[in-house]
Every structure is written in C-alpha cells, then in structure tokens.
C-alpha cells in the first residue's frame, strides 16, 4: 500500500460508508449515506440503484484526494445480487421483507440439518437461501447465465467485472454453506444454486482492475485493483486478530451495529478447544473466518432495539451523551424497577420468543437510555455465554462508545477482561489487514472497568423474569 491510497467500501444494512485510507493506515476522508428501501416487483428490495449513485460520486470526490490503488467490498450477510448478460437481473431482495408463510412452509422441508450448515431457521429473509427460494419462484425460469453474488462480491463484481464468491459471506446464517466441510450445502447442491455460484475466492484477493466504465465514471486509476471483500463482522474479527491481546488468544469479538454480533476465535493453538453445542433455537450460529474456519456465533438486533426502546437514532448514538451522569443515575433506577424485557425485534436473539417490554418506565430521555444501556448489556451478556465466551472480549462498532453499556458488560463478566477498540474504524482496519496483515492497528486497545457497583441482583431477577415469561 505504500504512497497509495485504499478505498473500503462498506455497505451495511442501515448506513452505507465509504472511507479512505493512507499507507500508513490513517483515514484520509470518509463518507457515510442512509440507505434507502424500495418496492420492486413483488417484495421489499435494497437500494442499489441509490447506493450506486451515491458510490460513483464519493469515489470521483476521492480520486481528487488520493492516488487510489485498491478497493475492498464488506457488506452485510443476508443479502446476494442475481445478474445476467452482464448487468442485474432483478433487485436484491431486502432481508426485512416479510415473503408468505406457505413459501417459508415449503422452504423449511428442503433445508439442510442446522448441525451441518450452522444456520439456524431465521425470521423474514435472514437466511440467504430463502430468498433465493422466493427469488427464483418469482423471476424463474432464470437464464442459463444467471450468477448469484453474495453482497460484498455484487460490488466487486460490479467494479471489475469479474464474479466471485467469498466463504465469510456464504457461510453467514445463509443455508448455503457446510463450513465444517468447506463445501455448498445439499440444498444449494439440489437446487442448482451452487453452479451458479461465482468461483469461491479469498476475500484478499484482487479479482482484477476497475472496468474502463468505473475509471470514466470515477477519475480513478486504471490500475485500481478490485479485491473479492467480505462479510463485515468477519471484517470486525479480522481486525481483532491484528491486536496483541486478541491475537492467537481465545477471544471474543462483540460487534455492535444494527446488529450485535458476538463471534468467538478459539486460541488458534487449539482451535476445538472448550467449543460450546450451539443452540440453534436461541439464535446461535457458525460463521466462517477468511481461511474457512468455523466461528462460534450468537445475536441479537441490538441496534434496532435501542432505536424501539428509547427513539435513539443510533448513528448519532452518543450525541449530547453525558456517562458519568448516566452512571450516577443508574442505582436509583435500579432501585426503582426500572428494566426492559426482551425483545423488540421479534424473533431473533436469544430469547427469539419474548415480547419486549419495559417495566417502570421512566419519563426522563435520559434515564432511558441509562436503562437500556443495561438493557444491551444483559442481552450481550446472554448471548455470550451461549458460545461460551471466555478469556478476552472485544467491544467494537458504534456502540462500543455507549459507556453505560460497556461498563455493565464489564461489571457482569468479572472474569473476562473487557476491551473498547477505536469505535469507527474496526471493519476497515480489518478490512485493510487482508492487503497488509502487518498494519498495526491505528490505536491500542482500552481495558473497560467495571460499575462501581454490582448487577449481580438486577440479572438474577431479570433472568428469573424472563424464565417466568416475562410477567
């Protein structure tokens, strides 16, 4: 990367950003847009066209800033492009999109066992395959070239003109994968998906130079390499790994978006070790790592529930945010009651059949979010133990800024060491670790400390709440 610049496009499921970065690893600029929703056809559809617009523009402003060497696709897990003769061949379906009950019917019978593919049955269109099953019902017959891209790959696919699929995305809750046989799944197998698959490649890996369209578009350099990409919260994983404290340890990485996505790296000298039965009913998966190792997994919408529970537009989550005020509030709202219940995102986490709620809820916005920064602690917390987690935790992502909640995690996980990494730049840092797994990271890691004060009470009873449904 020396005196050139790196472009990481990430498009995630809310927000879409695009940064650049020096040899040094330093952000030059960044950009960010809200991604859009749109009606196409019959079904609910991401914003491409949108996206696009915005990309060609902020990639012209970046090429007056930098001598532009590489760009590298991450993008969100449950979503896959279908193109033909050289252009998209219908919208990608929007994984929120609600298809009929009777196609989800017919669609449960065909999948492969969870024990083989790590994809438990999700809500909606989380697993890939069940929009592909709904795709093809609707747009079939497709044609004899139809190539199916994960999400990342459609915008590497679109800059280089060149297909490729990548393991981080295909064995992402997608029921399309078999990661502890490093193959397709029977079902992608059955149905014809699997050939149609762009060529499995890794996700460093440049798959060509942006096509002369882009160039003209861009202002960019011919020679701007496309690399494959990946799946953004093995983006976040990656760049743990790049810190001495995670490295080769048995760590976990809490990912916090939209989504709050715990992955566990076993200690690379002994990877099976103390690996947890996953439940698939609770939620937990096996992601995939950039070599195709298996990754211990669990979740829960975190980022949409904290916009539900107290209005936060999350993007701006620590605007006009005061901590220590926060902090100081919490044991007279804790003494008063005050909780939320899970879940406002129905059906997924680890507690996929509850209806969230709040108890004493109070009236100040504050208080609010003091509350439900105990709220995403104790849902984290959960989650956590479900894989096992143990050792070191990495908090990153937006929402390792939230003080509150990071500070209760730490509190109720006494026996790990709790860590907050620089909270904008985890995904691209990893993302830049696939073109020089030398960079050192941008900053070191900061050790949490805990409340000064237990929650030890406020989860038993919020665990035994739960147990008793709630009520």
């Not at 020096?22 to 066209?49: F, H, I």
């Not at 990309?55 to 897990?77: D, N, Q, W």
């Not at 202002?219 to 953004?232: E, K, S, T, V, Y």
């Not at 504050?366 to 509350?371: G, H």
Request: charged share 20%; proline share 8%.
């Amino acid at each position: 990367m020396a005196n050139h610049g790196v472009i990481v496009l990430d498009i995630g499921k809310t927000n879409a950003k695009l940064s650049l970065w020096g040899a040094d690893g330093q952000a030059l600029a960044r950009r960010s847009r809200r991604n859009a929703v749109v009606e196409a056809r019959r079904y609910r559809a991401l914003d491409v066209d949108g996206i696009e617009a915005w990309l060609r523009a902020t990639l012209r402003e970046f090429a007056g800033l930098a001598e532009v060497c590489a760009i590298i696709p991450v993008g969100h897990g449950a979503a896959a492009a279908l193109v033909s003769g050289g252009a998209p061949f219908t919208p990608p379906m929007d994984y929120e999109d609600e298809g009929p009950e009777a196609e989800r019917a017919a669609y449960a019978g065909l999948r492969d066992d969870f024990r083989a593919t790590g994809s438990p049955a999700l809500p909606q269109g989380l697993n890939l395959g069940l929009q592909l099953h709904r795709l093809e019902a609707m747009t079939g017959p497709w044609p004899d070239d139809l190539t199916i891209l994960p999400w990342p790959q459609y915008w590497a696919w679109r800059l280089s003109g060149v297909a490729a699929s990548e393991v981080t995305s295909l064995g992402c809750h997608s029921d399309l994968w078999r990661p502890f046989d490093n193959r397709p799944s029977q079902l992608a197998i059955d149905r014809g998906w699997a050939d149609r698959l762009g060529p499995v490649r890794h996700a460093g890996e440049a798959l060509g130079p942006l096509t002369a369209e882009w160039v003209a578009l861009t202002g960019l350099p011919a020679g701007c390499q496309i690399h494959c990409g990946l799946h953004d919260s093995n983006a976040a994983l990656l760049a743990a790994r790049g810190h001495s404290e995670i490295g080769r340890h048995d760590a976990t990485v809490l990912s916090t978006g939209t989504w709050f996505v715990a992955m566990r790296s076993p200690s690379l000298d002994d990877p099976a070790g103390g690996l947890p039965v996953l439940d698939e009913a609770r939620d937990c998966l096996v992601n995939v790592d950039v070599a195709g190792q298996p990754i211990p997994s669990a979740r829960f919408m975190g980022g949409r529930e904290a916009e539900l529970i107290a209005g936060l537009d999350t993007w701006h989550l620590t605007d006009d945010y005061d901590p220590e005020a926060l902090i100081e509030r919490l044991p007279a709202l804790i003494a008063g009651g005050a909780c939320v219940f899970p879940s406002f995102a129905p059906g997924v986490g680890p507690f996929p059949g509850h209806t969230g709620r709040w108890r004493h809820e109070p009236e100040d916005r504050s208080d609010k979010r003091a509350v439900l920064g105990l709220y995403l602690a104790l849902m984290s917390d959960a989650a956590l133990d479900l894989i096992g987690s143990r050792e070191r935790l990495l908090v990153e992502g937006r929402f390792a800024e939230a003080q509150v909640f990071v500070r209760a995690l730490a509190t109720l996980r006494p026996d790990q060491a709790v860590h907050v990494s620089n909270a904008h730049d985890d995904v691209p840092y990893g993302a830049l670790r696939l073109i020089d797994p030398t960079l050192p990271p941008k900053s070191p890691l900061q050790r949490v400390a805990p409340l000064p004060f237990s929650l030890d009470a406020y989860r038993q009873a919020w665990r035994e709440q739960i147990a008793h449904g709630g009520a």
